[in-house]
């Protein structure tokens, strides 16, 4: 099964809220993925980190991930219409097989 | 901007048949992988080329799934006799897969969805 975690598995924000997912792994990753999927559609690349403890932004989104290199966050500040999807985490375990997450659905009330 | 490809976007099989996925990743792109990603959840890593090796293999069912890159560049999926729980999107992706950061990033095609009655 899957080693990777994400919470919350559903997330409902009004629009202009701010919005966290949380990723959590059983074992140490060499590196995090994140990726978005759109309703309908496959997941898409949005950032990696490498080093324990980096954050990274990119516009409204921060990414971390922990000094343990066991765990990692997303979060987006005034989340509008166009960040509706599931954000999958991914990492790689010791073997350097990409796990992914089990996601965070996102969606925006207007 | 390169794309992966696969075909076909829709499948829809009776269970005991066999089915087929075709993928061509982006070129130069030496790592393809197969996942498949039920409803409501992750994606799930089937199959690992690299080049024309399977360098991970270990959650395919061997006794009805079979992957083949046979010279390094597109690949097949197949699934025979297909059972109802094969029922999912079948997604593949590719990675220049060895040397400067990044090459680990992978690019999905749309995805092959599979339905079976």
């Known amino acids: 099964g899957q080693q990777v975690m994400q919470i919350p598995q559903y997330q409902h924000v009004q629009e202009g809220e701010d919005f966290t997912t949380y990723c959590n792994s059983s074992t140490t990753l060499s590196n995090i993925q994140w990726y978005k999927q759109r309703p309908g559609g496959h997941p898409v690349f949005l950032i990696q980190?490498?080093?324990?403890?980096e954050v990274k932004k990119q516009k409204r989104l921060t990414f971390q991930f922990g000094e343990a290199k066991k765990n990692s966050s997303l979060h987006i500040t005034a989340t509008q219409t166009t960040d509706v999807g599931t954000y999958f985490c991914?990492?790689?375990?010791?073997?350097?097989?990409?796990?992914f997450g089990t996601g965070t659905r996102l969606t925006i009330i207007p | 901007e390169a794309e992966v490809a696969q075909s076909p976007r829709y499948k829809i099989t009776e269970k005991s048949q066999a089915v087929a996925f075709w993928c061509d990743p982006i070129?130069?792109?030496?790592?393809l992988y197969w996942y498949r990603q039920i409803l409501g959840q992750g994606p799930e890593l089937l199959v690992q080329f690299q080049d024309e090796s399977v360098v991970d293999d270990s959650q395919l069912p061997k006794d009805r799934f079979s992957a083949e890159r046979l010279k390094g560049v597109d690949s097949t999926l197949k699934i025979q006799p297909a059972e109802l729980g094969d029922s999912a999107m079948y997604l593949c992706?590719?990675?220049?897969?060895?040397?400067?950061?990044?090459?680990?990033?992978?690019?999905f095609g749309a995805g092959s969805r599979l339905t079976v009655l």
């Open positions: 070129s130069g792109h030496a790592t």
């Open positions: 992706a590719s990675s220049l897969g060895q040397g400067l950061e990044g090459a680990n990033v992978l690019t």
């Open positions: 991914a990492g790689h375990l010791g073997n350097e097989k990409l796990t």
């Open positions: 980190l490498v080093k324990s403890g």
